[in-house]
């Protein structure tokens, strides 16, 4: 199947600063990819729908200044977590989808992100 | 509204034994169907899908899932059960007849316990 890669798998940051995480599809291209939020033993909370050359669109409740998303390739997409607090730490899962009308979405490993 | 439930938080099956995940769905148009399967501090990993044809749909290491549209659901089975199958797993529906954009919606996921 097809490979999505996210960077870093694990990040320990202190309050007030900045996170950014990659997600990559390695072996297709993708003009959509989609950014999750998981609490332990939970489902996946979708934050935001990224789409390649132009804004993303945010669920309601996410804060968009604060999770700031980058779609600039077809195979790069990165949020960037900002002045982060540690009600921000969580489980952050990266999704990339390939083409066509029954396109099926890939997920990355996740990045456990814990706020100090 | 689209939907997704998983009616059993927890399944327990001894090894070699044939296991089943439950899943049913609402949605207003065609379903697009995916099984997932997460293991602990990882991604999700995509196991199968139903899109149209043949109701009974097979995937990787041996799962199958049968979709049964009069009673709107997407059982996922394994004739014998392995340890190592013990993990996390989604169902997922989409909306076929939504744009490509459309959103994947998670069922609140199965814990799968094989013991020896």
């Known amino acids: 199947g097809a490979v999505v890669s996210q960077h870093p798998s694990r990040v320990i940051c202190k309050s007030g600063t900045s996170v950014k995480i990659e997600c990559r599809s390695l072996?297709?291209?993708?003009?959509?990819m989609f950014w999750y939020r998981q609490f332990p033993k939970q489902s996946l909370m979708l934050m935001a729908t990224?789409?390649?050359?132009?804004?993303?669109?945010?669920e309601q409740g996410v804060e968009k200044d604060k999770f700031l998303i980058n779609h600039a390739s077809l195979t790069l997409s990165t949020l960037t977590v900002t002045s982060a607090h540690p009600e921000d730490s969580s489980f952050y899962i990266c999704?990339?989808?390939?083409?066509?009308?029954?396109?099926?979405?890939?997920f990355g490993p996740g990045t456990r992100l814990l706020v100090l | 509204a689209q939907s997704v439930a998983q009616p059993e938080d927890q399944v327990n099956v001894a090894e070699g034994n044939p296991l089943t995940v439950k899943c049913t769905y609402s949605?207003?148009?065609?379903?697009?169907l995916f099984w997932y399967v997460q293991y602990p501090n990882r991604g999700l990993q995509f196991l199968l899908k139903?899109?149209?044809?043949?109701?009974l749909v097979k995937g990787s290491y041996g799962f199958e899932a049968e979709f049964n549209k009069s009673q709107t659901s997407f059982h996922l089975k394994k004739p014998s059960a392995l340890v190592s199958d013990s993990a996390l797993y989604f169902c997922?529906?989409?909306?076929?007849?939504?744009?490509?954009?459309?959103?994947?919606?998670f069922g609140q996921g199965t814990t799968l316990q094989v013991k020896p």
């Open positions: 139903y899109i149209t044809g043949d109701n």
């Open positions: 072996d297709f291209q993708a003009t959509t």
């Open positions: 990224s789409n390649e050359g132009s804004k993303a669109t945010y």
């Open positions: 997922a529906v989409r909306d076929g007849d939504s744009s490509n954009t459309g959103k994947l919606i």
């Open positions: 999704s990339a989808r390939t083409s066509g009308s029954t396109a099926t979405q890939y």
């Open positions: 949605v207003s148009g065609n379903p697009y």
